[in-house]
C-alpha cells in the first residue's frame, strides 16, 4: 500500500472514530422520527380537511365576521351551529366563549386558536392549535368529542376538563373537572384514562409524563408535614421513576404559554447524588435528546455525573457540547480543565490533556484552579514526551506558586535540565 | 359526518418511542410502509442506513458540526420523496444520491456565504485525530489533506471521497452522482489529477505523494 494509500485510510478511521464520538447520528434521529410524526399530524389534518376545503373561505369570512363581533359586540358568547369547519382565536387579552345548540360550550383562553369541525348530530372535532381550552361537554349517548391537541387525541363522551397545548414545548395538559376522558398520544399508554380532578402533564421535550391527583397530592403533603412516611398516590403507568419528580402544582398546569417544566428526572437525581440513577434516567431519556436540551451547566452536571460513573465517552462530549454552547463563560472554561484532567488521569492522553490545560490557562487568566492547571500542565507536557515545553511550564509554575504542591516537581524537573536557568 | 368520527375508538396516535423491528431485512415491505407513511417503518428506515449516510456526508464534507442537521436534511428529503422510488432493491443507491445532493447543496450554500460573510468551509468542520499513540506527523497530514479535499472543484472532491476514502465502487460512485459510468471514470482521473497538484503545495504531503500513482486499494 502506497503512503497516500494508507494516509487515506488512517482518514477514514479518523473520521469513523470522530463520527462515533459526535452523536450525529442519536441526534438526527430524535430530530427526524419528530418531523416524521408532525408531518404525519399534518397529514392526518389534510386528509380530514380535504373534502371541506370550499368551506375554508367560509371559514375565513366567519373569522372576519367573529372578529368584527368581538371588537363591537363585547363579550356576549358566539352561538354557532357549526356544519363545516371552522377557525377562532381568542385575542390576546380575552377568552372567547364558544356556545353550540347541542349545549356544549367551549371557552378558548386569551391567544388560543382552535378548529372545531363536524358538529352534526353525534360527533364533532375540535383541533387545539394552541394555548387553553375549557370544555362542557353534555353527556348524551352516543355523542362524542375528539379533541386534538398537537400529537394527542382526547375522547369525551360528557365531561368538563380543560387541556393545553403549547406546540413550542410540546407542552401537553388535561385538568379534569368532571366526569373522565380517553387520551391517546405519544409516551401514553393507550387510551390512558383521566379522570375526576386528575391532572395529565405530558413534556414531549423531556420524554416524561405524570398524572396526578391533586387532592391525594395534598392528602401526601399534610401526610409529610405530620412526619407520615407514607407513599404519595402520583400515578406514572410507563414511568415509575416518574413518581418521585416534583409534580406541578394545579395552579402551574394552568399557566400557558409561559409554563415552566419541573427540571428533568436525571437533574434532580444527579443534584442529590445519585449517580448511577440519574445515568440510567439520561439513557431512557436519549442521550442525544439530553444533551440538546439541556442548559450548559446542566451538562456540565451531566459530564461530571458520567464522569463519577466512569461513561468517559458521554462526559466528553457533555464537556465538548458545553464549550460549543456557552464559548467564553466559566462553564466552557471549568469544561476545558475537566476535559484536560480527564485525559490526564483516565485515558492517560497526557498531549490532549496538555493541550486543554493550555486552553484553560489561555481563557482562564485568574481563577482558582489556575494553580491546579499549571501543574497539571507541567506534568502533562512532561508526560507527552515534550521535556522543552514541560521545563517552560515548571519554570512559570514556580514564578506564580514557588509553595504551590506541584512546586517539588517542577524544581525536579528543572535540577535535571541544569543547562536551563531559573 | 366523516366516517371515521363514527367509531368509537380513538384513534392511535403515533407515539415517539417506538417498538422494535418489524420489517426485518424486506426492504419491500419497509418501502411499502414508508409510502404509507408508517412512522414505525421511518424509525427502521433511518436504523438500517444512518450510519452508511453519516459516513457518505462525513466523507465528503469532513468532520463537519452540521453533521446531525445534514443527516436529518437527508432522510427528511428521503421521506418526503419516497412515493418516487419504485424498486426496493435501489434504496441504498436512492438515499446515498440524496446525501451527495445535500453534501453538494451544502457546500455550494457555504461557498455563498464565504463571499457574502466571510465564512469558510474550515469554520464548519472540527480537527480530525488519530487515535494515540500515533506518529504525530499523521495528524498534520490528516489536515492538510482535509484542506487539500476543501479546494478541490465541487464534483472532483465528491468522487474523489466517495472512490478512495469511502472506496465505493465505480458503478456506485456513478450512481450516487447520477451521471454514466464513463463520466465518473473521467472526473476520477481529473479529480486525481486535482489532488496531486494541490498535494504538492504542502510539505508534509510530498513525501507520501512521491511514489503514489494510483490510490485505490483494489
Known amino acids: 500500500m502506497t503512503k497516500m494509500k494508507s494516509l487515506l485510510a488512517q482518514m477514514r478511521q479518523a473520521q469513523d472514530a470522530w463520527m462515533a464520538h459526535s452523536g450525529a447520528v442519536d441526534e438526527g434521529r430524535d430530530s427526524f422520527l419528530q418531523q416524521v410524526a408532525s408531518r404525519s399530524q399534518r397529514a392526518a389534518f389534510r386528509v380530514r380537511w380535504t373534502p371541506l376545503a370550499l368551506a375554508g373561505a367560509g371559514a375565513a369570512a366567519m373569522l372576519l365576521v367573529g372578529a368584527l363581533w368581538w371588537l363591537l359586540g363585547g363579550a356576549q358568547p358566539l352561538d354557532v351551529t357549526p356544519d363545516a369547519a371552522h377557525w377562532y382565536q381568542a385575542t390576546a387579552d380575552a377568552p372567547l366563549p364558544l356556545h353550540f345548540d347541542s349545549g356544549d360550550e367551549v371557552v378558548l383562553s386569551p391567544g388560543s386558536a382552535a378548529r372545531i369541525a363536524h358538529n352534526g348530530d353525534e360527533h364533532a372535532v375540535m383541533m387545539l392549535e394552541r394555548g387553553r381550552a375549557e370544555l362542557h361537554v353534555v353527556h348524551r349517548t352516543n355523542t362524542q368529542w375528539q379533541v386534538n391537541a398537537g400529537p394527542f387525541a382526547i375522547v369525551v363522551t360528557g365531561t368538563r376538563f380543560e387541556t393545553t397545548w403549547i406546540p413550542e414545548t410540546a407542552h401537553f395538559t388535561v385538568t379534569m373537572r368532571e366526569g373522565r376522558v380517553r387520551i391517546n398520544g405519544p409516551m401514553l399508554p393507550e387510551s390512558q384514562e383521566v379522570r375526576d380532578n386528575q391532572v395529565l402533564t405530558v413534556s414531549l421535550q423531556e420524554h416524561r409524563f405524570s398524572l396526578v391527583d391533586p387532592g391525594l397530592a395534598t392528602a401526601q403533603a399534610q401526610r409529610d408535614a405530620s412526619g407520615d412516611a407514607a407513599p404519595a398516590e402520583a400515578l406514572s403507568p410507563t414511568d415509575a421513576a416518574a413518581a418521585d419528580e416534583q409534580m406541578p402544582d394545579e395552579d402551574a398546569v394552568h399557566r400557558d404559554a409561559s409554563s415552566k417544566i419541573a427540571p428533568a428526572l436525571w437533574v434532580s437525581q444527579a443534584r442529590k447524588g445519585r449517580a448511577s440513577a440519574a445515568m440510567a434516567s439520561v439513557k431512557a431519556e436519549g442521550v442525544a435528546s439530553v444533551l440538546r436540551r439541556a442548559t450548559p451547566n446542566e451538562l456540565l ?49 497526557y498531549c490532549e490533556s496538555a493541550r486543554w490545560f493550555e486552553t484553560y490557562l489561555d481563557e482562564q487568566k485568574h481563577s482558582s484552579l489556575r494553580r491546579e492547571a499549571m501543574g497539571r500542565l507541567m506534568e502533562a507536557r512532561q508526560r507527552c514526551g515534550n521535556s522543552t515545553s514541560a521545563q517552560d511550564a515548571a519554570r512559570r509554575y514556580l514564578q506564580a506558586y514557588p509553595d504551590g504542591p506541584h512546586a517539588p516537581a517542577a524544581q525536579k524537573l528543572l535540577g535535571a535540565a541544569p543547562a536551563n536557568d531559573m | 359526518m366523516h366516517s371515521s368520527m363514527r367509531t368509537s375508538q380513538p384513534r392511535t396516535l403515533t407515539p415517539i418511542v417506538l417498538p422494535g423491528d418489524r420489517f426485518g431485512d424486506d426492504d419491500a415491505a419497509l418501502l411499502r410502509a414508508l409510502k404509507a407513511g ?66 453538494r447543496s451544502c457546500i455550494r450554500k457555504r461557498q455563498r456565504r464565504r463571499v457574502l460573510w466571510f465564512r469558510y468551509e474550515s469554520d464548519y468542520s472540527e480537527p480530525l485525530h488519530v487515535p494515540e499513540p500515533a506518529d504525530p506527523d499523521v495528524n498534520d497530514a490528516l489536515s492538510a489533506v482535509q484542506a487539500v479535499l476543501t479546494k478541490m472543484s465541487l464534483e472532483n472532491r465528491i468522487v474523489f471521497s466517495l472512490r478512495f476514502i469511502e472506496q465505493l465502487d465505480l458503478s456506485a460512485v456513478a450512481e450516487a452522482c447520477g451521471v454514466s459510468l464513463a463520466t465518473v471514470k473521467r472526473r476520477i482521473q481529473r479529480a486525481e489529477g486535482e489532488f496531486a497538484a494541490l498535494a504538492r503545495k504542502h510539505d508534509c504531503l510530498v513525501e507520501r505523494m512521491a511514489r503514489t500513482e494510483k490510490w485505490e486499494s483494489r
Open chain 1, 301 to 349: 452536571l451531566l459530564a461530571d455525573t458520567a464522569r463519577l460513573t466512569r461513561d468517559v465517552a458521554l462526559a466528553e462530549r457533555a464537556y465538548h457540547r458545553v464549550r460549543e454552547r456557552a464559548p467564553h463563560t466559566g462553564d466552557a472554561y471549568t469544561a476545558a480543565f475537566s476535559l484536560g484532567k480527564m485525559a490526564f488521569d483516565v485515558s492517560a492522553k
Open chain 2, 38 to 103: 408508517d412512522i414505525h417503518a421511518a424509525s427502521r428506515f433511518y436504523e438500517r442506513y444512518a450510519n452508511h449516510i453519516a459516513r457518505v456526508l462525513t466523507r465528503i464534507l469532513g468532520p463537519d458540526r452540521e453533521l446531525a442537521d445534514l443527516i436529518n436534511d437527508t432522510f427528511c428529503a428521503a421521506y418526503a420523496s419516497v412515493h418516487r422510488l419504485k424498486d426496493s432493491a435501489k434504496m441504498k443507491a436512492w438515499i446515498t444520491k440524496i446525501a451527495v445532493h445535500v453534501a
